[in-house]
């Protein structure tokens, strides 16, 4: 009686691990093409200039497929749709130039003008950027700002393309870039993980919604990449250095090896996943202390971080 009990136990502790790895790595069944499986001839990318929205916007473009660049209009924009151009000269590109710090979304005009022509079926909610040091130390205005462009920004868009999708019944998919500090406390980055966690809360519930309608949702929370991330990501936002960083961004890994990664999640069991270590670990690690456990004792460590010394 007893031993069988024990083994219910067991089984029961078991179970969220082994479903954690069966699902997460769905996306190891293979790369996917996302033209021939939605049909898509258009896609729209965020953060298109640089980093993981660059990376992505090259492999939709290898796969045959036109984009649609938004991203604050600057030079690194303007190098992007030359290099995309040049890589690529039988596809199509399209530029937004806007600001989706702007909470209003009034930059969605420029959006809908420049897309109202063509079916968008592919929508990667990518543009992000991060606002060091603690909470305080830094205007409400800035971590609004920042707030806005990571997920008022992307409520704006899947609301309208996602209600295109299904006025015109067709097949598409709409994927996030989150992070791994979505599931985790990110003190001296407090807007960072909030939004991301947001992210990943919106784009999970409207997968359910949207997948019997042909629409598959998928969020996906990368390890460390190397981009201008760091550096403020190309806004006039000034980053502090975190030591926290330093030691995850030993690993980081280059932006081009993502596309491939998200493209086989896509529409697999895999709608919230985890590529990488970091991310990974960091999972495994809420799974198996519990949050409360976490943020209690995280919180209570704090003052011995460096990274509080340093921005005290
Ligand atoms: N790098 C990492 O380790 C890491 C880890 C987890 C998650 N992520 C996430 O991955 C996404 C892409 O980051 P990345 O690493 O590729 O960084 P990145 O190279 O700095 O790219 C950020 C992109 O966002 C655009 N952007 C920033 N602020 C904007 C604004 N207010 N309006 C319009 N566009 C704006 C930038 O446009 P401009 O070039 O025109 O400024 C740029 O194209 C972000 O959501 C980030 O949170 C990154
Ligand atoms: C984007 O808009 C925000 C909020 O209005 C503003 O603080 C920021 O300076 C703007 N960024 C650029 C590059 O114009
Ligand atoms: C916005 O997203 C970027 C990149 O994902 C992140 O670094 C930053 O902390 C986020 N900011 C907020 C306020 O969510």
């Known amino acids: 009686m007893l031993e069988s009990f024990f083994h219910l136990l067991h089984f029961l502790m078991l179970l969220p691990f082994v479903g954690y790895f069966l699902v997460n790595f769905a996306y190891l069944l293979g790369p996917q093409n996302l033209k021939q499986k939605y049909?898509?001839?258009?896609?729209?990318?965020?953060?298109?200039?640089?980093?993981?929205?660059?990376?992505?916007?090259?492999?939709?473009?290898?796969?045959?497929?036109n984009v649609v660049l938004v991203a604050l209009g600057n030079s690194d924009l303007e190098a992007a749709v030359v290099e995309l151009t040049a890589a690529f000269p039988e596809r199509e590109f399209r530029v937004v130039a806007c600001n989706l710090s702007d909470g209003t979304g009034a930059w969605m005009k420029d959006v809908i003008s420049s897309t109202k022509d063509i079916d968008v079926q592919l929508l990667f909610n990518n543009a992000g950027y991060i606002v060091t040091g603690f909470f305080h130390q830094r205007s409400v205005d800035v971590h609004l700002a920042n707030f806005h462009c990571n997920l008022t920004a992307a409520v704006h868009l899947t609301h309208h393309f996602y209600s295109l999708l299904l006025e015109k019944k067709l097949?598409?998919?709409i994927v996030f870039t989150s992070s791994a500090a979505a599931?985790?406390?990110?003190?001296?980055?407090?807007?960072?993980?909030?939004?991301?966690?947001?992210?990943?809360?919106?784009?999970?519930?409207?997968?359910?919604?949207?997948?019997?309608?042909?629409?598959?949702?998928?969020?996906?929370?990368?390890?460390p990449v190397n981009s201008r991330f760091l550096?403020?990501?190309?806004?006039?936002?000034?980053?502090?250095?975190?030591?926290?960083?330093?030691?995850?961004?030993?690993?980081?890994?280059?932006?081009?090896?993502?596309?491939?990664?998200?493209?086989?999640?896509?529409?697999?069991?895999?709608?919230?996943?985890?590529?990488?270590?970091?991310?990974v670990g960091m999972r495994l690690m809420v799974m198996t202390l519990g949050g409360s456990l976490l943020n209690f004792g995280f919180a209570v460590c704090a003052p011995l971080m460096p990274d509080y010394r340093k921005h005290s």
Not at 194 to 214: C, D, I, Q
Not at 247 to 254: E, H, I, R, W
């Open 171 to 173: 097949r598409g998919a």
């Open 183 to 223: 599931v985790m406390p990110s003190p001296f980055a407090v807007g960072y993980g909030t939004t991301k966690a947001a992210l990943t809360e919106f784009a999970t519930s409207l997968a359910v919604e949207g997948r019997a309608k042909g629409i598959d949702v998928c969020v996906f929370h990368p390890s």
């Open 231 to 279: 550096q403020g990501g190309g806004t006039n936002v000034e980053v502090a250095k975190l030591q926290m960083f330093d030691a995850a961004y030993k690993l980081a890994s280059s932006p081009d090896d993502l596309p491939d990664k998200v493209f086989a999640a896509i529409g697999r069991p895999c709608i919230s996943v985890d590529f990488g270590g970091v991310a």
């Open 39 to 65: 049909g898509a001839k258009w896609a729209v990318v965020t953060g298109a200039s640089s980093g993981i929205g660059k990376s992505i916007a090259r492999r939709l473009a290898a796969q045959g497929i």
